[in-house]
């Protein structure tokens, strides 16, 4: 309730605060005046007239008398309000609760209350006949989160090259298989031919060690190891006297041709040009076939070297080494290097052909081409991203706080809602809980996974609103 405000308390104080402020304003007037008209008392009880002030002098006066008039009335305004703001409160001191005469009590009206605001619940809906049916949860989970691809398959160059051929376009739906990007594959092409002839070649080694060897292979590596052993039995016994004589012989021989030649040309001895004539060209070449016939001569007389005698004896057992070779046959172990040389080239085509292969970029997986950077014409290297492609089915991920965790469970039925769509509803499923919480916002991730035929109509990037619902 308000206070009772007393009336006449407060008209007898205002009262005296204007009578106050009027003595004030007579003051001030009067000692405002004394300075000019400070004789008038005196002159006038001693009978004199005091003498007229100046026009000036009035002005001034008169502009003193209204700047103290404004005054007295701010004040006086000043009062009022104070009186009127302190009627509650009286603020000049008096009694409160006091009444004027015949005033009637004036009560203050209270101030309003803030009107409480009620959080309700929404009430669950009925159920069904014979208890079948779903309703919301008396306290129904609902969350907002993004509708995403339920399968993200990044496209990436294996190999490098460039590019020949894009078949598909941003948006185009793929099957997997489908070939989508083809590299140029000249390269690829090659390198398989090499293998190919190389497993080619240590197949024939392999067979080839396999193989008894023939009559005709012994006899001609006996024939070789018969001429081997001539060879080193002639350099051990030195040059036979026919040998000897031969070489004696060519030594004569390049004796007398270097005597003929010697006689013409020093018939033109004297003439300034006989280095250029046909007579000088013919001495030089019987002078050097004299120094070949000398060289060979004393080889003879010498009879064959140590590394002579050493190369004709290498040269005679390798003859017999091949002949035993031939005999026996190759050794397991040969057989074994010869089968592990085929493996490696086996593998050297399959690495050859595999590069080749994936030279033409097939679609990994059902989808469609959410995002496309490859261009045709362009360079790819191994790992350069080609295309991204989002799987058909989707899924909504919902972060769900730690308290309303219990409440979730696969397979719980939800609601999903579109913006795109107005009020159309979806139905979908719990399909997975994330086994751990967010440490930093106590929520665990909830997958939600749209179900029935409306599903298709969701597409990646939407936001979805999502209910999960309780039997």
Known sequence: MGEVINNQEVYIKMNKA?????????????????????????????????????KPERRTAIFRAAKLSRLGVAILALTLILAAAGCAGTPFGGPAGALPAGAAPTV??????????IVSTPASEPAAAGGAGRRLAVSAMTYNGEILAETIVPVVAQVGGQIE???????????????????DSAVFEAQRAQAQAALELTQAQLELAKTQPKKSDLDAAQAAINAARAGYNRALQGPTEEEKRMALAQLRQAEAAVKVYQGQYDRI???????????????????????????????????ATADVIAGAYAQMT?????????????????????????????????????????ATIEAPADGFIYKLDAVQGGMAGPGTALMVIFSDEVKI??????SR???????????????????????????????????????VQVTVKPTGEGAKDLRPGMFATVTLLEK
């Open 165 to 183: 051929e894009v078949r598909v376009k941003v948006g185009a739906a793929v099957r997997k298989g489908d070939v989508v990007v083809r590299i």
């Open 269 to 303: 001895a004297g003439n300034p040009f006989s280095a250029m004539m046909m007579e000088s060209l013919q001495l030089q070449q019987a002078t050097l076939m004299l120094e070949a016939a000398q060289a060979q001569y004393d080889k003879v007389q010498k009879g």
């Open 318 to 358: 390798g003859a017999e080494a091949q002949l035993a070779r031939l005999q026996r046959g190759a050794e397991p172990a040969q057989i074994k290097a010869a089968e592990a040389g085929v493996k490696q080239a086996e593998v050297a085509v399959y690495l050859a052909q595999l590069q080749l292969q994936k």
């Open 405 to 443: 965790g219990q409440d979730v469970r696969v397979g719980q039925a939800a609601t999903i809602r579109v913006d795109a769509f107005g009020e159309r509803t979806f139905e979908g499923k719990v399909s997975a809980i994330a086994p751990t919480f967010d440490h930093a916002t106590r929520t």
């Open 108 to 117: 203050a009206a209270p101030a309003p209350s803030p009107t409480p605001v």
């Open 18 to 54: 204007m009578q106050t402020i009027a003595r004030a304003g007579r003051n001030a007037t009067a000692s405002e005046k004394a300075p000019r008209f400070g004789g008038f008392s005196r002159l006038r009880y001693q009978g004199e007239r005091p003498a007229e002030a100046s």
């Open 397 to 402: 991920v919902i972060p769900v706080q730690e």
